[in-house]
T-cell receptor, first 113, second 113 residues
Framework: DAGITQSPRYKITETGRQVTLMCHQT?????MFWYRQDLGHGLRLIYY???????DKGEVPDGYVVSRSKTENFPLTLESATRSQTSVYFC????????????FGPGTRLTVL | GDSVTQMEGPVTLSEEAFLTINCTYT??????LFWYVQYPGEGLQLLLK?????DKGSNKGFEATYRKETTSFHLEKGSVQVSDSAVYFC????????????FGSGTQLTVLP
């Protein structure tokens, strides 16, 4: 399917466990982004990537790790999940030079018990 | 730092009512401004944008005008429909910034038949 997909859509885990959220896009967009959405905070940028093997921190990167070995994939890993990381996570992509228009995936709702 | 402030929700309107959702921003320089919409269970999608002062963005009957003098970008629609029920996010992107949209906290709109 064309577009941007995220998996899983829902995840429940326990404190201290490692969790990886997957993001895949079929447009070959250069840029990819990870946001978290929390009530009262809107969306906050966690990490972004300008191209394969190029990543950079956003506003709230602590506790998260990203990688981008292929243009189309941008996984987000919580190395040791904490309750404060309970949130809805959105992946987005954007074209080089046109990142004002970002295309969002459907989100992953993560609950850390 | 750069920020976006939008009116608190939720907003509940009857069908065909007039809608205004206020948005103001703080930024150094002249950012591009956006409204994104999130329908239930979906990711965000771009609704409209404006890239310079006095520009008016419009789409699907929604409009917003970039007001530099009041640092505002209020969203309006003359006659809302039930299908407009969603969460609306105001956002900005700094001039020359490739990476990051700064979002407001979102405003939940419910339109009743």
């Amino acid at each position: 399917d064309a577009g941007i997909t995220q998996s899983p859509r829902y995840k429940i885990t326990e404190t201290g466990r490692q969790v990886t959220l997957m993001c895949h896009q079929t447009w070959s967009h250069s840029y990819m982004f990870w946001y978290r959405q929390d009530l009262g905070h809107g969306l906050r940028l966690i990490y972004y990537s300008a191209a394969a093997d190029i990543t950079d921190k956003g506003e709230v990167p602590d506790g998260y790790v990203v990688s981008r070995s292929k243009t189309e994939n941008f996984p987000l890993t919580l190395e040791s999940a904490t309750r404060s990381q309970t949130s809805v996570y959105f992946c987005a992509s954007g074209e080089q030079g046109r990142t004002d228009t970002q295309y969002f995936g459907p989100g992953t709702r993560l609950t850390v018990l | 730092g750069d920020s976006v402030t939008q009116m608190e929700g939720p907003v509940t309107l009857s069908e065909e009512a007039f809608l205004t959702i206020n948005c103001t921003y703080t930024a150094t320089g002249y950012p591009s401004l956006f409204w994104y919409v999130q329908y239930p269970g979906e990711g965000l999608q771009l609704l409209l944008k404006a890239t310079k002062a006095d520009d008016k963005g419009s789409n699907k009957g929604f409009e917003a005008t970039y007001r530099k003098e009041t640092t505002s970008f209020h969203l309006e629609k003359g006659s809302v429909q039930v299908s407009d029920s969603a969460v609306y996010f105001c956002a900005q992107k700094a001039t020359g910034s490739a990476r990051q949209l700064t979002f407001g906290s979102g405003t939940q709109l419910t339109v009743l038949p």
